[in-house]
């Protein structure tokens, strides 16, 4: 890492009635706490959020978007894996 | 009320109002664009306290004076502020160390005033406790990273509570105003705060390694409305609008 440049940092947000957080966007911060408070000052500002979470984006492993074929086209054809051919009984039939 | 609770308003406005014109100062001009925002974040917070302050004070004053007029048709010697807010920004590390040293007394005295026997002023302190609490949390790590961070950064942070540490005493030094305030219930003396901000203000400088200054006999005078020379340059930026197109409005 270059001595001169703050790490990035990935955040991610959960919004009031999310359930989840979700990736919002990244930062630079010298540390983790320095981090969440850059966060809660650039993501939050109008109310976006009620947690933080944040993580090096030096420690995610992607996916190779070159790999794209082979990882994600097989599933392609398998529609038996969505479970829409089953009858369900009438009390529970909304789903 | 009397005239002197007034002026203890006027303090409690002015602090916020000027120093959020000075952290104003920093925006698109931080070393990183996260800290630009987070200054400017601040800023934000302390005047939006001000306005609150100064219409509540306009409103017991009774001369139809608004938070604008306050702010910005008052002449120097009319400020309340302590001369600690009104100082140059300097670097970056007398900025947040300004920061933090003013925090650590804003919490435990919004934390007093929850009791003030004036419901709006207390009802403003809850609303600013909050504010000031994340300020000096961020304040205060600022201070650590940079005193115990490079030479470079400890040397400024180091030169910086030289230069700001004599202003700290106006913040304790208690008159005749804040012991009316604090008599009638609605305000505090300034000496009662000392205690919790030792407390938080000096385990934190020893961690970052630096040195406050002993104390000397010196006092400024701000909050009796005798400022530093940097004062009217602030005001004139400050006020112009409304100077140069009075009752302007946007």
Known sequence: MDR???????????SRNGLDHKHCGSLHAPDARMALQNARDIYTRRMEGVSIWVVRSDQIHASD???????????????????????LPREVDHM | MPDLNIDYLLRLA?????????????CGHAPVLEEDLALANTALDLIGQARLLLTHAGALEGNGRDEDQLAFLRSEREFRNCTLVELPNGDFARTVLRNFLFSAHQVPLWEGLLGSRDAQLAAIAAKSLKEVRYHLRH??????????????????????????????????????????????GIGLAGSSLQPRWDAAVLPVLQEAALSPPAR??????????????????????????????PGAQW
């Open chain 1, 4 to 14: 001169n440049e703050w790490p990035l940092w990935e955040v991610f947000i959960r």
């Open chain 2, 139 to 184: 304040a205060a790590d600022w201070v650590l990273r940079l005193g115990a961070g490079t030479e470079e950064s400890h040397r400024r942070m180091q030169a910086a509570l030289d230069y700001l540490w004599p202003y700290t005493t106006e913040l304790f030094a208690g008159d005749a105003v804040e012991e009316a305030a604090a008599a009638a």
């Open chain 1, 65 to 87: 978007p070159e790999a794209k074929p082979e990882m994600f086209d097989p599933a392609e054809d398998k529609i038996y894996r969505h479970p829409t051919f089953y009858k």
């Open chain 2, 14 to 26: 002015d602090n916020p109002l000027i120093l959020g014109q000075r952290l104003s100062e920093w």
């Open chain 2, 216 to 245: 000397t006999p010196f006092l400024s005078q701000g909050k009796l409305g005798v400022h530093s020379e940097h004062m009217g340059h602030l005001l004139a930026e400050m006020q112009t609008m409304q100077r140069a197109y």
